[in-house]
């Protein structure tokens, strides 16, 4: 009821219906997820975009309750005004939201929060694939299987362990959201720059982060638009634990950022 776009009375499609100029107050949990959002946003040029929405709804992968709304790559600053101090946000511009790259990496770490609350410490959440493991399961630390892109019997192609810690996990790809137009594939991955699906080699992205399945979330979105060399010069930048799985001659290819490399939960 917060962030669906499917759901005509949710909060997100509250915003998404009125006209611009007008200030809207956030409840606390989209206000979160608002900043995560803007934050991701800053951080990829762009390239990470919630206002996408009428895109998404015109190549087919949408509620189609929102279509007749022209989307430009800009700044999201100009397309939204987020206000800090009393929790609104007003849209500038007649812009269509969809948070569906974000809201269940939130939903995943709300349902965490609240075990770690309630003084449970040994958990896996999954919501849609967004990941958040805690503790140990009762055969040892949780062992995470990340699909293989190229397997319809959906094979594991390698293995993340929480060792013991905290840590969010999310993955990207194309491989289970797409179809064809007019012989043309078209993904469930939007790049904003062209607002047609991505255009690159990239088969799986696989973001991890040691506090926050949001963020986790929202990055492997914007890793599995880019290109692979935007990619490597960002991951390693921002020190974002990143694996992508690409396709290189017909054959899988593997990049691992710096932080990657360096960590142990494999």
Same mark, same amino acid.
Request: net charge negative.
């Given at each position: #009821?917060?962030?669906?776009?499917?759901?005509?009375?949710?909060?997100?499609?509250?915003?998404?219906?009125?006209?611009?100029?007008?200030?809207?107050?956030? &409840? *606390?949990?989209?206000?979160?997820? %608002?900043?995560?959002?803007?934050?991701?946003?800053?951080?990829? &040029?762009?390239?990470?975009? +919630?206002? +996408?929405?009428?895109?998404?709804?015109?190549?087919?992968?949408?509620?189609?309750? %929102?279509?007749?709304?022209? /989307?430009?790559?800009?700044?999201?600053?100009?397309?939204? &005004?987020?206000? =800090?101090?009393?929790?609104?946000?007003? $849209?500038?511009?007649?812009?269509?939201? =969809?948070? @569906? @790259?974000?809201?269940?990496?939130?939903?995943?770490?709300?349902?965490?929060?609240?075990?770690?609350?309630?003084?449970?410490?040994?958990?896996?959440? *999954? +919501?849609?694939?967004?990941?958040?493991?805690?503790?140990?399961?009762?055969?040892?630390?949780?062992?995470?299987?990340?699909?293989?892109?190229?397997?319809?019997?959906?094979?594991?192609?390698?293995?993340?362990?929480?060792?013991?810690?905290?840590?969010?996990?999310?993955?990207?790809?194309?491989?289970?959201?797409?179809?064809?137009?007019?012989?043309?594939?078209?993904?469930?991955? +939007?790049?904003?720059?062209?607002?047609?699906?991505?255009?690159?080699?990239?088969?799986?992205?696989?973001?991890?982060?040691?506090?926050?399945?949001?963020?986790? =979330?929202?990055?492997?979105?914007?890793?599995?638009? #880019?290109?692979?060399?935007?990619?490597?010069?960002?991951?390693?930048?921002? =020190?974002?634990?990143?694996?992508?799985?690409?396709?290189?001659?017909?054959?899988? *290819?593997? %990049?691992?950022? $710096?932080?990657?490399?360096? #960590?142990? /939960?494999?």
């Amino acid at each position: #009821m917060i962030a669906s776009n499917y759901k005509p009375s949710s909060e997100v499609n509250k915003l998404n219906s009125l006209d611009i100029n007008q200030e809207f107050f956030l &409840s *606390d949990d989209l206000y979160e997820i %608002f900043k995560t959002a803007f934050e991701v946003s800053n951080n990829t &040029s762009g390239i990470y975009d +919630i206002t +996408i929405g009428s895109v998404v709804n015109n190549l087919g992968f949408g509620p189609n309750l %929102f279509i007749d709304k022209e /989307y430009v790559f800009e700044p999201y600053t100009l397309k939204l &005004s987020l206000n =800090d101090k009393n929790k609104s946000i007003t $849209k500038l511009k007649d812009t269509t939201i =969809d948070l @569906s @790259s974000i809201a269940k990496g939130y939903a995943v770490d709300a349902v965490s929060n609240y075990l770690l609350s309630k003084n449970f410490n040994n958990y896996l959440v *999954d +919501i849609g694939g967004e990941i958040a493991a805690n503790g140990t399961s009762k055969q040892g630390n949780w062992i995470i299987g990340i699909q293989d892109p190229q397997s319809i019997q959906q094979k594991v192609y390698f293995t993340i362990s929480n060792s013991d810690k905290f840590i969010a996990v999310a993955t990207s790809g194309d491989y289970l959201n797409y179809k064809y137009i007019e012989d043309k594939l078209v993904t469930h991955s +939007i790049d904003p720059r062209i607002k047609e699906s991505k255009i690159n080699n990239v088969l799986s992205v696989t973001v991890i982060d040691e506090f926050s399945t949001t963020k986790a =979330d929202a990055y492997a979105t914007a890793f599995n638009v #880019m290109s692979l060399e935007e990619s490597i010069e960002l991951s390693d930048s921002l =020190d974002i634990k990143l694996k992508i799985l690409y396709l290189n001659n017909g054959k899988i *290819d593997i %990049f691992e950022s $710096k932080s990657w490399q360096n #960590m142990t /939960y494999e």
